[in-house]
């Protein structure tokens, strides 16, 4: 299987803040990775495909990049509406998801 | 309104067996693939299974392989997925969600139900 790792576990941030997350796979993927948004009793939501395709509805503060084994993903001025978990997800074979790294307001 | 809704969680014993459901409406069910994911409490997501728009593809993840059956009835624009000889380890908040049926997009999940609730306890 391979495994998708994140960092920070965790990122204390205010509003307007630029936030970005990374995503190493254990193995190359290319572009096939995807980003979810997930708020606490909901479930996730997409925001990026193909590391860096914005998902239709997704506001365009949001933004991925990044090819083989390391990608990022963006949060260019952030909103109250986006203190969330963000969880990356290779799309290369059988789906497995990083740990997730929580958003929090500082 | 396009959405997916679960049922059929609920409290089992362990080694017992559960036939979750996922009702679509809003959407052309069969044209699309259709997958289970989870989330233990208070962990991340993990793939459980998947089945193509016509059945002919089906995958599982190695830890519910030879447990776990996934199927769909597309007359009835339904997915489901039978668990048996269920684990505590099985506990999570069971989501079923969509994908389009296509090389390029077949493991990106665009739509998602609010999920149910299986707890596998003595």
């Known amino acids: 299987d391979i495994q998708m790792t994140q960092s920070p576990s965790s990122v204390s941030a205010s509003v307007g803040d630029r936030v970005t997350i990374t995503c190493r796979a254990s193995?190359?993927?290319?572009?096939?990775l995807a980003w979810y948004q997930q708020k606490p009793g909901k479930a996730p939501k997409l925001l990026i495909y193909a590391a860096s395709s914005l998902q239709s509805g997704v506001p365009s503060r949001f933004s991925g990049s990044g090819s083989g084994t390391d990608f990022t993903l963006t949060i260019s001025s952030l909103q109250p509406e986006d203190f969330a978990t963000y969880y990356c997800?290779?799309?290369?074979?059988?789906?497995?998801f990083g740990q997730g790294t929580k958003v929090e307001i500082k | 309104e396009v959405q997916l809704v679960e049922s059929g969680g609920g409290l089992v014993k362990p080694g017992g067996s559960l036939r979750l459901s996922c009702a679509a409406s809003g959407f052309t069910f069969s044209s699309y693939s259709m997958n289970w994911v989870r989330q233990a409490p208070g962990k991340g997501l993990e793939w459980v299974s998947s089945?193509?728009?016509?059945?002919?593809?089906?995958y599982y993840a190695d830890s519910v392989k030879g447990r776990f059956t996934i199927s769909r009835d597309n007359a009835k624009n339904s997915l489901y997925l039978q668990m048996n000889s269920l684990r505590a380890e099985d506990t999570a908040v069971y989501y079923c969600?969509?994908?389009?049926?296509?090389?390029?997009?077949?493991?990106?999940?665009?739509?998602w139900g609010r999920g149910t609730l299986v707890t596998v306890s003595s």
């Open positions: 193995q190359g993927i290319s572009s096939w």
């Open positions: 997800q290779q799309a290369n074979s059988s789906p497995t």
């Open positions: 089945i193509s728009s016509s059945s002919s593809y089906i």
């Open positions: 969600a969509r994908a389009e049926d296509t090389a390029m997009a077949y493991w990106y999940f665009d739509l």
